[in-house]
């Protein structure tokens, strides 16, 4: 099953010619036949980061809104708390998962990410880290798997509100 993705990189540095983040995620998003719907950048303003939430959530096309960067501890890391604003439930497991698979790659760092996820008006909110391995790890340990609707016991996308409407 396709799923549509609006893609949102955090900074207050990159652009599209030099979002290798975002790339990343570009690229993995078609390679798991997925549809790209939306791809924006924003600078770390809090307020900024909730009003393209706050549209993507609302649009009935897209099923998933994944974040990159602003989810360290230093100066103006705010994206973990724009997504708490927009949320309805949180999924703390996609956190302990995420910290748990970059243990393995960046050791004890792990800790300092803030990479977080949660449902808003049924959609699926991720943020991610701004580093290409950060995002990678998450994608390749744990968003490719729960956005295939074939992962088995479960996945995320057997639980999409526009399934359920079928």
């Known amino acids: 099953m396709i799923v549509n993705i609006a893609l949102l990189t955090v900074t207050d540095t990159r652009t ?7 790339a990343i995620l570009v690229k ?3 390679e798991a ?3 790209l719907i939306d791809r924006k950048i924003c600078k770390d303003n809090k307020e900024d980061i ?3 939430l706050k549209d993507w959530i609302n649009q009935s096309e897209i099923d998933v809104v994944i974040t990159t960067g602003g989810t360290g501890l230093t100066g103006r890391d705010i994206t973990p708390e724009a997504v708490n604003e927009i949320a309805d439930k949180h999924i703390p497991g996609f956190g302990e998962v995420f910290r748990t698979i970059s243990l393995k790659t960046v050791g004890t760092s792990a800790i300092q990410s803030r990479a977080c996820a949660v449902l ?9 880290p701004g580093s290409s391995g950060g995002v990678t790890d998450a994608w390749d340990g744990i968003l490719k798997h729960q956005l295939d609707i074939n992962h088995k016991p479960c996945n995320f996308v057997e639980l999409f509100p526009r399934l359920k409407e079928k």
């Open 120 to 128: 808003a008006n049924g959609k699926y909110v991720f943020a991610l």
């Open 28 to 30: 993995k998003i078609e």
């Open 50 to 52: 909730i009003i393209i």
């Open 16 to 22: 599209f010619e030099n979002d290798k983040s975002g």
């Open 33 to 35: 036949k997925h549809k």
